[in-house]
């Protein structure tokens, strides 16, 4: 049974940072590309950032998050991470770890997270 299970949020000022992590079991981590998505009450999910699979990584980054969100991963840890820096409070939303969708911005996702809440004050 596939699970990933995010962890990290919580809440911060405006400006500050936070490091998102997502830890995956049940599935051949080191093949799957991952990312993250975020979702706010009555609006869709929205693509934040995805990591491929291959060696060397490469990373891609919706434009609103693009120079503040870095996505990482650690294969030994089966561990995908979303480094948030210079927070705002329009970045406030449950924030979706996935798993298994084609890059760059995983218009399809075969597995979800729970989420985890991110809430930014001003």
């Known amino acids: 049974q596939v699970q990933l299970v995010e962890s990290g949020g919580g809440l911060v000022q405006s400006g500050g940072s936070l490091r998102l992590s997502c830890a995956a079991s049940?599935?051949?981590?080191?093949?799957?590309?991952m990312g993250w998505f975020r979702q706010t009450p009555g609006k869709e999910r929205e693509f934040v950032s995805a990591?491929?699979?291959?060696?060397?990584?490469?990373?891609y980054y919706a434009d609103s998050v693009k120079g503040r969100f870095t996505i990482s991963r650690d294969n030994a840890k089966n561990t995908v991470y979303l480094q948030m820096n210079s927070l705002k409070p329009e970045d406030t939303a449950v924030y979706y770890c996935?798993?298994?969708?084609?890059?760059?911005?995983?218009?399809?996702?075969?597995?979800w997270g729970q989420g985890t809440q991110v809430t930014v004050s001003s």
């Open positions: 049940g599935l051949a981590f080191s093949t799957y590309n």
């Open positions: 990591i491929n699979w291959a060696a060397g990584g490469n990373t």
């Open positions: 996935a798993a298994g969708g084609p890059m760059p911005r995983m218009t399809t996702v075969r597995y």
